[in-house]
């Protein structure tokens, strides 16, 4: 506990001695003709010209931190949320949640109901020559997703009952994160940024699915999370990032053990781990992220495996008239460092919204998988050694309409298909053509036209 104590302090005292720095050079200024109803660009909310809802830069969609982590989508991608302004503090709400019903074919498919979900309060301020934000983001799924997972052919990744899971998705944390950030404005064009959460995402990746605006319909995980994103959740983050125009460099320490089986927790471990990521916004439209971690011991199962995770994404989003287009395409890559072994995994995926209520979306894979997908649900058999098998694809199509219900949330009514395509060294367990049928309820806050 006692890095968090320094932390804090740190927090605390870092933008109390910017305040004064600033208050020094208001004070020399309030006598000057006009300076009492200036108004600086851009600002939308509160009295920092970083805090706006709808970013003109880098800079401020940095700081509107509307994703999970330090993450970065486009400057142009909307936010659907709730919003309000008590004095100083800018308050908001953002959530997602599924109920479905998904049926799947071949003799390792499975068929269930249940809801995948996630909320996110956030409060900031502007402090000083900064902005000082506290975030918390939570998900039900713990009680939601009962037997520990949900069905989801190919997938692999985490422990349910002491067992490697197999084609199935875990829940995701109760505490998805829980984070207290600076963003320091460095003359100009510049921002000097400070994460601390004892729960939170480290510089590794690009934002997670569950934030992607490119992802916000489709309600079931990707194939290549745990090469890609999965460190979205863990322990005892500590992150300080440089902007400086259109370019951002970023670098994490956190405990790389991935979280337990009891998702109600909150999973603590010394720093073990880092990461660096480099982020290029070269418009507003467009956002791209190459990012590199040493994990120490991700998985349960293997301990004492240690992981290189290497990623790379573009995203690129379109606002028209009633609608959006938003797209990410996502490369990630994970090697052993005891035996060498390496995992890649491919996405595209897209999502339009339009003439307002409507949205259709793909997501297309291709992931590497390995011989622990074979043994299923049993134990693993002594000295197992995991390796790749071959590679799947999946190719998600989807359909969903608000019907809005209640004033300020958006409820849909969609469903979506998922075709896979099979190796031959799996095909004698799954067959030749295994699919999937989700179909569901959507339920998202929101404020204007952001939907």
């Known amino acids: 506990m006692r890095h968090w104590i320094i932390l804090i302090c740190v927090l605390l005292v870092l933008p109390a001695l910017a305040r004064a720095q600033q208050d020094k050079k208001t004070g020399a200024m309030q006598g000057m003709p006009g300076m009492q109803d200036m ?55 953002h959530a997602n949640a599924f109920l479905l019903a998904q049926q799947q074919s071949s003799a390792r498919g499975g068929d269930k109901l249940f809801s995948v979900n996630w909320m996110m309060g956030m409060a900031q301020r502007p402090l000083g020559p900064g902005v000082f934000t506290a975030r918390a983001m939570l998900s039900f799924e713990p009680a939601t997703v009962t037997g520990r997972q949900y069905p989801l052919l190919f997938q692999q990744g985490e422990t349910a009952f002491g067992n490697a899971i197999a084609d199935a998705q875990h829940p995701h944390n109760f505490f998805m994160e829980l984070a207290a950030i600076y963003d320091l404005k460095l003359g100009n064009n510049g921002l000097l940024s400070f994460y601390a959460a004892p729960i939170g995402d480290p510089s590794l990746g690009p934002v997670a699915f ?32 440089l902007t400086y125009r259109i370019v951002r460099i970023e670098a994490s320490g956190f405990h790389g053990r991935e979280p337990g089986e009891n998702r109600w927790t909150i999973s603590q471990g010394k720093i073990d781990s880092w990461s660096t990521r480099l982020t290029l916004q070269p418009g507003k439209n467009w956002s791209g992220q190459f990012s590199y971690g040493r994990i120490a011991g991700p998985e349960a199962l293997f301990p004492a495996e240690d992981q290189d995770r290497m990623t790379a994404s573009v995203m690129y989003n379109h606002p028209f008239h009633d609608g ?10 994970t090697r052993s460092v005891q035996d060498r072994s390496i995992f890649n995994s491919y996405t595209l995926e897209s999502t339009a919204r339009f003439r307002s209520r409507n949205y259709a979306w793909t997501r297309i894979e291709n992931a590497d998988r390995s011989n622990e997908l074979l043994l299923g649900e ?33 409820t849909a009514f969609g469903a ?27 339920i998202r806050p929101f404020s204007g036209s952001e939907r």
């Open 324 to 333: 959006n287009w938003a797209t990410t395409a996502v490369w990630g890559r």
């Open 210 to 241: 569950p934030h992607r605006a490119s992802a916000l319909e489709d309600p079931l995980a990707t194939l290549g999370h745990h090469q890609q994103d999965s460190t979205h959740i863990a322990a005892d983050v500590f992150t300080a990032g």
């Open 39 to 93: 108004q600086m660009p851009g600002m939308d909310m509160g009295e920092n010209p970083l805090i706006a809802m709808h970013p003109e830069n880098f800079l401020q969609e940095i700081v509107r931190h509307d994703t999970s982590g330090t993450g970065a989508e486009p400057d142009s991608t909307p936010a659907p949320m709730l919003m309000a302004k008590k004095g100083a503090w800018a308050l908001m709400f």
């Open 378 to 410: 049993t134990p693993l058999p002594p000295n197992f050694q995991e390796q790749p098998i071959g590679r799947v694809q999946a190719y998600t199509f989807g359909y969903d309409r608000d019907v809005d219900l209640i004033p300020h949330l958006a």
């Open 416 to 442: 979506q298909v998922t075709v896979y395509g099979v190796g031959n060294d799996l095909k004698p367990v799954y067959g030749s053509h295994p699919a999937g049928v989700a179909v569901f309820l959507r």
